[in-house]
């Protein structure tokens, strides 16, 4: 990788000398966060400072539930977004799409979070930084971020195949294929989801398709939603003691955390590779 020339530095080393920034023009410097996962990505490429409001769900970092709510999953409140001014809304792509529209019409720029492998949310992380002027920040990020992720790849690329079951919700009974983050993550630990290749990214189905199919593991966000398997003692997954939980919030909040959370989730499995 060609290095940057050091005149093109100098304005990043004085500006960390001295504690100045000056704005651009084009910087975001009234973001709304729409979704837990953009305010994670905002706050950890140091544009927390930017966000004026968030929705219900943004709990992390603490500092971002002070912020004002204006939205959740199904609805946001327009009067208050606009009463705020917002030079940026970042809204989480097709999910809501159709709420934000009236916005971006209103002339609002809206930037739409839509990360959907590892590599993507990198590049959204570089464009984040772009838009709210913390470029030199994100690139840091995305550096920690894909080294944590490399590790990973090395540590697994050789791991024994452990078949598993993502559960997504026990009622109704839904799971993940290959192409979601949950799948790519158990993927990326050496394990085989049972579910790879549905034709819908979140398949719902029944009991019986996940006997049939006898994981070696069954995983889910909480311990009480996995205790309905063991109504079923002959499954693997019940009988060797691995019905185990992964850590939702690091997991299914695509941000710079969720490297933790797929070690996690590996560590999980080799619990059933003891077995082997």
Same mark, same amino acid.
């Given at each position: ?19 100045? @920034? ?14 837990? @996962? ?95 002027? @913390? ?92 205790? @309905? ?48």
């Amino acid at each position: 990788m060609v290095k940057p020339r050091v005149l093109l530095l100098l304005p990043l080393l004085f500006g960390a000398l001295f504690g100045t @920034h000056q704005a651009r023009a084009d910087e975001a410097r009234r973001i709304i966060s729409l979704a837990p @996962h953009i305010t994670e990505m905002l706050f950890a490429i140091g544009a927390g400072d930017q966000v004026i409001a968030v929705d219900n769900a943004s709990d992390y970092p603490p500092a971002a539930t002070a912020l004002p709510k204006v939205a959740n999953y199904r609805s946001l409140n327009m009067e208050q977004i606009l009463a705020l001014q917002p030079d940026l809304i970042v809204a989480w792509g097709n999910a809501q799409q159709q709420m934000v529209q009236p916005l971006e019409q209103l002339g609002i720029t809206v930037f739409y979070s839509a990360p959907d492998t590892f590599a993507a949310l990198g590049d959204e992380l570089q464009q984040l930084g772009e838009l709210t002027g @913390h470029s030199p920040q994100a690139a840091t990020v995305v550096a920690d971020y894909q080294r944590q992720l490399d590790e990973i790849e090395r540590e697994y690329r050789d791991a024994g195949p452990v078949t598993v079951f993502y559960q997504i919700a026990r009622t109704p009974l839904m799971s993940a294929n290959d192409s979601t983050w949950m799948g790519q993550a158990v993927k990326l630990c050496g394990g085989v989801n049972i579910m790879a290749d549905s034709p819908a990214p979140y398949p719902p189905l029944n009991a019986e398709q996940v006997l049939a199919q006898d994981p070696q593991v069954i995983l889910a966000d909480e311990h009480e939603d996995l205790q @309905h398997w063991r109504q079923w003692p002959a499954l693997q997954a019940v009988a060797h003691g691995h019905l185990l939980t992964i850590d939702a919030d690091r997991l299914h909040r695509f941000t710079p955390r969720t490297p933790g959370g797929i070690r996690q989730l590996c560590r999980q499995l080799d619990k059933a590779r003891a077995y082997q």
